[in-house]
């Protein structure tokens, strides 16, 4: 079965930190790019960031830059995205999408004090 599974979320105060993991399975992985999107509640999707199949390139969305970092473990199939300086603006369900045509369940991360 052909799926992607996030976990790590949680509650975090505001600066602080959050790893967040992907699973996949049932699938190749290391042909394909990857991304983190985020979604708050009522409102649309957000990207986050894109992750090469190599890792050879990166990107970022500017309002996480320098304060998230996205990785891969391709032998292990895995995606993580390391958050820091967490902010309430960071508060949304985080899905990772494998080239789009993948979703997994989505996490709930909530940045409060």
């Known amino acids: 079965q052909v799926h992607l599974m996030e976990s790590g979320g949680g509650l975090v105060q505001p600066g602080g930190s959050l790893t967040l993991s992907c699973a996949a399975s049932g699938l190749y992985f290391s042909n394909d790019w990857m991304n983190w999107v985020r979604q708050v509640p009522g409102k649309g999707l957000e990207w986050v960031a894109a992750?090469?199949?190599?890792?050879?390139?990166?990107v970022y969305t500017d309002s996480v830059k320098d304060r998230f970092i996205v990785s891969r473990d391709n032998s292990n199939k895995t995606l993580n995205l390391q958050m820091k300086t967490l902010k309430p603006d960071d508060t949304a369900v985080y899905y990772c999408?494998?080239?789009?045509?993948?979703w997994g369940q989505g996490t709930q991360v909530t940045v409060s004090s």
């Open positions: 999408v494998k080239d789009w045509d993948l």
């Open positions: 992750i090469s199949p190599g890792s050879g390139r990166i």
